[in-house]
T-cell receptor
Framework: EAQVTQNPRYLITVTGKKLTVTCSQN?????MSWYRQDPGLGLRQIYY???????DKGDVPEGYKVSRKEKRNFPLILESPSPNQTSLYFC?????????????FGPGTRLTVL | AQSVTQPDIHITVSEGASLELRCNYS??????LFWYVQSPGQGLQLLLK??????LVQGIKGFEAEFKRSQSSFNLRKPSVHWSDAAEYFC?????????????FGKGTKLSVIP
């Protein structure tokens, strides 16, 4: 079954404690991306990757890091989480031919930073 | 920077009534346009997409959207709304061409359906 998986689905942590949210896709997609969703703000892109070892900033990259060492995985790293990073996070993947095509979304990770 | 505007934050319609959700995008030579739906507590599901060709596109669940380049719009329509359509709807845009790999979403329109 084609899917994007994220782990964990729910996470409560404290300010400053480094965390990683994993994302994996089984569709051999070149493009992967992270979004955060906040009430009234819609989805905002954090980082995206066009292929292995190729990443770029989205609209709200501050406080986040990513890496793309394998095509199927695209982890999101929060080195020193702060309460304003409390949000619902989505990972997505898609084919990439002459631009970003329709994306498959993961189920989301709800992060709370105390 | 590319942008998407969904002017209506919240719309309420009666079941069986027609629906139109508005979406305007910032100018771009060749936009790729999408509508996604998010039911409460769920992830996002693609309703329909426009890349090129026929400007009226059909999607799942009886939805359609029309691309109007002159108005920079991509409005979503449904002739008869069902109670199960209550959800939040997001319009999104990306652009073809080298270097255009960012995807931008609107802030969403929440749809409520009165039985």
């Amino acid at each position: 079954e084609a899917q994007v998986t994220q782990n964990p689905r729910y996470l409560i942590t404290v300010t400053g404690k480094k965390l990683t949210v994993t994302c994996s896709q089984n569709m051999n997609h070149e493009y992967m991306s992270w979004y955060r969703q906040d009430p009234g703000l819609g989805l905002r892109q954090i980082y995206y990757s066009m292929n292995v070892e190729v990443t770029d900033k989205g609209d709200v990259p501050e406080g986040y890091k990513v890496s793309r060492k394998e095509k199927r995985n695209f982890p999101l790293i929060l080195e020193s989480p702060s309460p304003n990073q409390t949000s619902l996070y989505f990972c997505a993947s898609s084919d990439l031919y002459q631009g970003v095509k329709d994306q498959f979304f993961g189920p989301g990770t709800r992060l709370t930073v105390l | 920077a590319q942008s998407v505007t969904q002017p209506d934050i919240h719309i309420t319609v009666s079941e069986g009534a027609s629906l139109e959700l508005r979406c305007n995008y910032s100018y771009g030579a060749t936009p790729y346009l999408f509508w996604y739906v998010q039911s409460p507590g769920q992830g996002l599901q693609l309703l329909l997409k426009y890349f090129s060709g026929d400007t009226l596109v059909q999607g799942i669940k009886g939805f359609e959207a029309e691309f109007k380049r002159s108005q920079s719009s991509f409005n979503l329509r449904k002739p008869s709304v069902h109670w199960s359509d209550a959800a939040e709807y997001f319009c999104a845009v990306s652009y073809s061409g080298a270097g255009s790999y960012q995807l931008t979403f609107g802030k969403g329109t929440k749809l409520s359906v009165i039985p």
